[in-house]
């Protein structure tokens, strides 16, 4: 990688796949599992106790605040510091991210709760490079060297079992999906008020074509049932926002967009809907 891509330390290398584990005791929905995706990142520094733990500290800050950024309670969260004995002989710190889990994480049982690790940052020093003698040359300095890692390494399946958890809501008899729209499946959804009505389920039909076309996000149709119905069903499965093109939208060109957390209706003009959508997404 150093030598394809010239890159000069600090620098990091990213990577998300499959793993596999002999799981004796699988359980708790996607928790604890025998196949699952793992991310991890492998990032680089010069060997140099000071310099380590000051991206140690970095990149503990910005792995919580990733969660946090993505719709994770923060009070849901915390760091545990691994013991000396548990911790491996070369690792100079690790801690893990753990999550308040409304289900126990030991073994298959559901029963009970506790705080479940998710994440782990490890400072690993020189032992992965070092037992395959890659050094670094500083080409400016002409100083040999052989790296510190400073390593995360995050369960995907156990991150997205969380942000669910912390995302539901119920309101009487209506579920609602909290998720931040960055994760939610489905960005917006287009509804038109009636189906009986040619010249409202053609202009429904245009401002679906705007948003998949222009839009470049997940859109859905539905025009089945009565409207309320429509904003449940969108709520439950987490939908951000509804789109609903009505009467007066054939008189002024403009739309209801419904958010979905707190229920309000908001007109929005067809030919600002892109950059609105595209504002809620930052």
Not at 229 to 258: F, H, M, N
Request: hydrophobic share 35%; net charge negative.
């Amino acid at each position: 990688i150093v030598d394809s891509t010239r890159q000069k330390i600090p620098f990091g290398v990213a990577q998300i796949g499959k793993a596999f584990r002999n799981e004796i005791t699988p359980g708790n929905f996607i928790f604890r599992t025998r196949e699952f995706e793992q991310m991890e990142l492998e990032f680089f520094v010069k060997p140099d106790e000071k310099e380590a733990n000051k991206w140690f500290g970095y990149w503990k800050k910005e792995r919580l605040n990733w969660y946090v950024g993505l719709g994770m309670k923060k009070d849901n969260l915390r760091f545990r510091e691994h013991a000396p004995d548990e911790r491996a002989h070369y690792a100079k710190a690790a801690e893990d991210i753990e999550y308040n889990a409304p289900f126990s994480t030991k073994g298959g049982s559901a029963s009970g709760g506790g705080w479940a690790e998710f994440e782990g940052i490890h400072n690993r020093s020189d032992w992965d490079l070092s037992r395959h003698k890659l050094a670094y040359k500083d080409e400016e300095g002409g100083e040999e060297y052989t790296p510190w890692v400073i390593e995360t390494s995050g369960g995907v399946d156990r991150a997205a079992l969380f942000f669910l958890l912390d995302a539901y809501r119920e309101d009487g008899d209506r579920v609602v999906l909290q998720l931040h729209p960055r994760l939610a499946p489905i960005k917006v959804a287009v509804f038109p008020l009636v189906s009986n009505k040619p010249e409202i389920a053609k202009k429904a039909k245009g401002v679906f074509s705007l948003l998949t076309s222009h839009f470049s996000l997940p859109v859905v149709w539905d025009d089945r049932g009565n409207i309320g119905k429509r904003y449940y069903a969108q709520d439950e499965i987490g939908t951000p926002w509804c789109v609903t093109i009505d009467y007066q939208t054939l008189e002024d060109d403009t739309v209801t967009v419904r958010d979905r957390d707190s229920a309000k209706q908001e007109r929005v003009s067809i030919d600002k809907l892109v950059d609105w959508f595209q504002n809620g997404l930052r």
